[in-house]
């Protein structure tokens, strides 16, 4: 019995030496990333509130509404193609995210109208917009609100009507947040060591989630994201921008509680050229449903991306995506 005590005290004494160790490491990872979110952005005090951003590039400005979970960070990956190739982005936090307090703005409405503010603070006039996933709504509102600040809108796997599943459903409520079904800081540091170490098994899930690929698609589309290094680096890059949870979670939530009663969205006010891009197999926003818009869209143009769902920039046609982008914008923005 003695003996028996003995091992069991050694065990239980490891197992706290092992837990200690793991909740270290976890509050430096924690503290390491918020410290460096924090190093690469700017509270800028406008009329609506507080916002956060980051600004880079030379050139027409392009203003980037980052999808869910998100933030400044998202924005900037968004834009990178464009601060590569003339253009200035300005990326802000929308409401909830990083340092963007959710009383900046609740609705798409009122988030539009901030971000109209911080380019008021800015001294910033006219911008093209890129609205990515659940910031389209909010990306939308700033074009039919601001028509004469905007010089061209690119909407990229928007969210067009209240077509968002339950919780429970297979395809849960974001297609970013089911990168890994990222619910808590501790699940967020799982998700950035396996995509650092597992990519392949990451986004065999991002694709079971998001999008609507058999099982065969599925294998081939994860393997060559996998094998391509570029694109490998890049979707890291994007579960990064998901890291960590808590700090992202209030603008999370509230998207969800504006999108589940999302009016159908009308692109019929949007007076400025119109980019609508979509992925084919998209689980969230049916490609039927963008197409039906679409039709009734004559002066708008329309890339629907094949072997791909919401996360357009991975795929065989990420380049194509990447080029339609800047070419758009390039003829229209000065």
Known sequence: MRRLGKILFLIFAAAL???GALLAYFNSWKSSR??????????????AGKIEFAQTGTGPFVLVFHG?????????????NLIQNGFQVIAPSRPGY????????LTPEDQADAMAALLDTLGVGRVAVLGFSLGGPAAIQFAVRHPDRVQAVVLVSTVIKACYPAPTSPHSISGELTLNSVYSDANSLLLSKESAFFPGKTIQRMLACETAMDAQEKDRIASAIAKNPDQLAWFRAL???TTPEDIRHAGFTNDVVQLRGLPDVSFDPIQAPLLIIHGVSDADTPISEVKRIMSRLSSA??????????????????????????????ANTH
């Open 17 to 19: 030496l092992i837990s």
């Open 34 to 47: 918020i410290s460096q979110l924090q190093h690469g952005s700017q509270i800028a005090q406008t009329i």
């Open 68 to 80: 869910a979970p998100g933030g400044y960070d998202q924005g900037l990956l968004l834009g990178r």
């Open 98 to 105: 990083l340092r963007t307090p959710l009383e900046t703005g």
């Open 239 to 241: 579960v990064a921008t």
């Open 301 to 330: 143009q329309f890339l629907a991306v094949e072997d791909s769902g919401p996360i357009v920039w991975l795929g065989p046609n990420a380049r194509t995506v990447n080029d339609k982008i800047l070419s758009f914008l390039q």
